[in-house]
């Protein structure tokens, strides 16, 4: 039998309130017993929530139960059923097996001289022993009342634990930029504020992308949610309502009682709301903590503006460096573009995490940036390189790393401009390092260099085919390249994967014809 909630909005009793009752499991092989157990918590309320009560004649089945809903709150557990100690080895299953260390255990037996208290105390992991005759409707429900409020409390001790240690983990990350840095972090504030205000797991956290100025204009993000409202019949209204809160400032007239709109601003703008249902009114202090949370989340989302602001320039700043780079060597036409492409790639094959991988390929771009100061007449010299335009024309890395050493955030583009002609023998120029010393992206971009140079068309050359280039590239390994990263570009070689970028490559090999 199952006590159901009633909606505030409709006053209709539904399954889908039912979440909001605690949960409590009779264990007992005597029918009658569970329904008397029924009638005398009947009418039984705490924290403004009723009780959904679970029933298994055996231990056996209470497994079955407890499988099903492992929100159980509390468990009123016979001792003796199918055999003498069922109800013990359920015990022990929940804490042992389950690991549920959450609900409440409360043994009661009609035999004690079974399972004498004191042994059953010291020797399980329970939360009361009773005695079937002593279990009056009050003393049922006293120590009902004492074992739920015990369950909410470490629930909301649980919330504040793992809501922490998120944002916890996350903090270190949140100026990175990485948007799961930042859909983590709103999850750990909501988890945070549920779990010290004690409200129901039914919020959501969500933001207006950009300034609207009609609520069917408006575009609405879920960052985070919980308690399963983002599936909600009601979750559409709501959406509409809370906009309604946070642009126009009205007060919202069909949401639930006790339900809370924090607006999010951005620069003093509008950027979104955290909206959460309680089941009891908020305190003062519950509203002073959501408000703080609220303004923790506005500070994220200018931080975040800050950072894609910083982002889009630093990224900017390498579309002008190598602009400037391309403009100089026009013999080069779009190979520094395929150059972050195959870079990126082939950085993501060796295990490099996306974002990560599209940072190589944008350093990448500038590795030929030190040709801004070669003569223009070695350059674009059509034949070999002789004597001291040789000596002029491998300084190129030097001469690129000094342009890129005055900023930090141009650390990585420096490495690559100074060490790209770095041999994995030590055998290269201009420090004759072996590469191995060098940074992964550098030794990729090594590879990806010398291999879009040989199916170019140069003053001096004609293009190679992409398979002969291949070929050179593999035969490099080892004294030339990183084996690693030879084995990992000849994956993606033979996969197909370089093949639109070799294809814009004899594009423009056959316009410069």
């Known amino acids: 039998m199952k006590k159901l909630v009633r909606d505030r909005d409709?006053?209709?009793?539904?399954?889908?309130?039912?979440?909001?009752?605690?949960?409590?499991?009779?264990?007992?092989?005597?029918?009658?017993?569970?329904?008397?157990?029924?009638?005398?918590?009947?009418?039984?309320?705490?924290?403004?929530?009723?009780?959904?009560?679970?029933?298994?004649?055996?231990?056996?089945?209470?497994?079955?139960?407890?499988?099903?809903?492992?929100?159980?709150?509390?468990?009123?557990?016979?001792?003796?059923?199918?055999?003498?100690?069922a109800g013990l080895k359920l015990v022990e299953y929940i804490r042992d097996e389950q690991r549920n260390a959450m609900i409440r255990l409360i043994i009661r037996t009609?035999?004690?001289?079974?399972?004498?208290?004191?042994?059953?105390?010291d020797h399980y992991d329970i939360d009361d022993y009773k005695d079937?005759?002593?279990?009056?409707?009050?003393?049922?429900?006293?120590?009902?009342?004492?074992?739920?409020?015990?369950?909410?409390?470490?629930?909301?001790?649980?919330?504040?634990?793992?809501?922490?240690?998120?944002?916890?983990?996350?903090?270190?990350?949140?100026?990175?930029?990485?948007?799961?840095?930042?859909?983590?972090?709103?999850q750990g504030v909501l988890t945070q504020v549920v779990g010290l205000c004690n409200l129901s797991e039914a919020g959501i956290l969500s933001t207006i992308d950009g300034l609207v100025a009609t609520i069917d204009e408006a575009d609405v993000t879920v960052q985070a949610a919980l308690g399963g409202i983002d599936n909600s019949p009601r979750f559409e209204e709501i959406k509409r309502q809370c906009l309604d809160v946070v642009l126009n400032r009205q007060e919202a007239e069909r949401l639930r009682n006790d339900s809370l709109v924090?607006?999010?601003?951005?620069?003093?703008?509008?950027?979104?709301?955290?909206?959460?249902?309680?089941?009891?009114?908020?305190?003062?202090?519950?509203?002073?903590?959501?408000?703080?949370m609220g303004q923790q989340c506005?500070?994220?989302?200018?931080?975040?503006?800050?950072?894609?602001?910083?982002?889009?320039?630093?990224?900017?700043?390498?579309?002008m460096l190598a602009e400037v780079a391309e403009f100089k060597d026009k013999t080069t036409g779009d190979h520094v573009a395929r150059i972050g492409e195959y870079t990126r790639l082939l950085a993501v094959e060796m295990g490099i995490p996306e974002d990560e991988a599209a940072v190589y390929g944008e350093a990448s771009r500038l590795h030929d940036v030190g040709k801004v100061g070669i003569a223009d007449d070695i350059l674009?010299?059509?034949?070999?390189?002789?004597?001291p335009e040789v000596d002029a024309i491998r300084s190129h890395p030097e001469i690129g790393a000094a342009v890129l050493g005055h900023d930090k955030s141009f650390d990585l583009a420096r490495e690559i401009a100074l060490g790209h002609h770095e041999r994995w023998d030590g055998k290269g120029y201009p420090r004759e390092m072996p590469s191995r010393l060098l940074p992964l992206a550098?030794?990729?971009?090594?590879?990806?260099?010398?291999?879009?140079?040989?199916?170019?068309?140069?003053?001096?050359?004609?293009?190679?085919?992409?398979?002969?280039?291949?070929?050179?590239?593999?035969?490099?390994?080892?004294?030339?390249?990183?084996?690693?990263?030879?084995?990992a570009f000849m994956a993606l070689y033979r996969r197909g994967v370089f093949a639109p970028l070799i294809q814009r490559c004899m594009m423009e090999a056959q316009v410069d014809r």
């Open 380 to 387: 674009h010299k059509p034949g070999p390189l002789v004597g």
């Open 262 to 292: 924090v607006p999010l601003t951005n620069e003093g703008a509008p950027a979104g709301y955290i909206y959460l249902e309680s089941t009891r009114p908020l305190s003062p202090e519950d509203m002073a903590l959501i408000r703080l």
């Open 442 to 487: 550098a030794r990729i971009v090594t590879v990806v260099d010398v291999f879009d140079a040989l199916v170019s068309v140069r003053p001096y050359k004609k293009s190679w085919t992409p398979d002969r280039a291949a070929q050179a590239i593999e035969q490099g390994a080892g004294s030339q390249f990183d084996p690693d990263v030879v084995q």
């Open 110 to 121: 009609g035999q004690p001289g079974m399972a004498p208290e004191r042994w059953v105390i």
């Open 132 to 186: 079937k005759s002593e279990l009056s409707a009050t003393r049922l429900y006293t120590t009902v009342r004492t074992a739920i409020k015990a369950f909410r409390d470490l629930q909301a001790i649980d919330l504040n634990r793992a809501g922490l240690a998120q944002l916890l983990r996350v903090a270190p990350e949140i100026y990175r930029l990485g948007d799961h840095s930042v859909a983590e972090f709103f």
């Open 10 to 85: 409709t006053g209709v009793a539904g399954a889908s309130t039912s979440r909001l009752a605690w949960k409590v499991l009779l264990v007992d092989d005597e029918p009658d017993v569970r329904a008397v157990t029924r009638l005398c918590l009947r009418d039984f309320v705490f924290a403004s929530r009723g009780l959904e009560i679970l029933e298994a004649g055996s231990a056996a089945e209470a497994r079955q139960v407890l499988a099903a809903h492992p929100d159980i709150a509390m468990a009123l557990i016979d001792v003796v059923m199918e055999t003498d100690d």
């Open 298 to 319: 506005s500070s994220a989302f200018e931080n975040l503006r800050l950072h894609a602001d910083l982002r889009e320039s630093f990224g900017h700043a390498i579309d």
